[in-house]
């Protein structure tokens, strides 16, 4: 497993709330074992009580991304590096699951959580993921949507560093209400002029009398 991958379980959690909406659907022990993906044996970890305790570090990764996306890059490390303190990972060797053609195994990195409770282990890969990707391809490439009144979080890893948008439907919609502003701004200098026109028309009839 590669651990740019772990990156995605912080864009995962921080997505589950979309604060402008007041939408969250991080609100059962169901939801909360959802976002660990194929790690069933880590999901089958949580309890009810890691509901609130998945909020918590959700709005700390929030925070994270909303310092990188403000362009405050040793905020957003201050505060990643407060959540690598407080949920720690054991980077191990391990080839489970990954054959080459012959059989043997493909060595990779993988980050072993200590599983005190499932929101420590999740947190804890999260955060490294997070950190992994930070200083890889620097605190810019983490952004916040600016199609309003989206800002999920999203990971930029375009070769321009242009990513703006969490999906191809949040750049879509904010390209079609650009697209109206524009045709609403011209429609209105077409009437400003029009009138200009008008008025000059009007002096001008006015002063030949």
């Given at each position: ?21 007041g ?6 022990v ?14 089958r ?10 909020r ?28 690598l ?125």
């Amino acid at each position: 497993m590669e651990l740019a991958y772990y990156s995605d379980y912080a864009v995962r959690l921080v997505n589950t709330e979309e604060p402008v909406r007041g939408q969250d659907s991080l609100t059962s022990v169901e939801a909360v074992r959802g976002l660990f993906g194929t790690n069933q044996s880590a999901a089958r970890r949580a309890t009810d009580a890691d509901v609130t305790r998945f909020r918590s570090v959700r709005g700390r990764l929030r925070a994270v991304f909303e310092a990188a996306d403000g362009g405050d890059e040793t905020l957003a490390v201050d505060l990643l590096n407060s959540l690598l303190l407080e949920f720690p990972v054991s980077p191990q060797i391990s080839g489970h699951d990954h054959r080459d053609d012959d059989g043997s195994p493909l060595w990779h990195m993988h980050l072993a959580d200590h599983p005190s409770n499932a929101t420590a282990g999740f947190a804890a890969i999260a955060a490294m993921g997070l950190a992994f990707h930070l200083t890889e391809y620097g605190v810019d490439r983490l952004g916040l949507c600016e199609a309003s009144p989206c800002r999920n979080a999203y990971l930029d890893t375009s070769t321009n560093r242009s990513r703006r948008y969490c999906s191809d439907r949040c750049a879509t919609r904010a390209n079609v209400a650009a697209y109206r502003a524009r045709k609403r701004l011209e429609a209105d200098r077409s009437v400003s002029t029009g009138l200009s026109a008008d008025n000059t028309q009007r002096a001008t009839a006015n002063g030949e009398r």
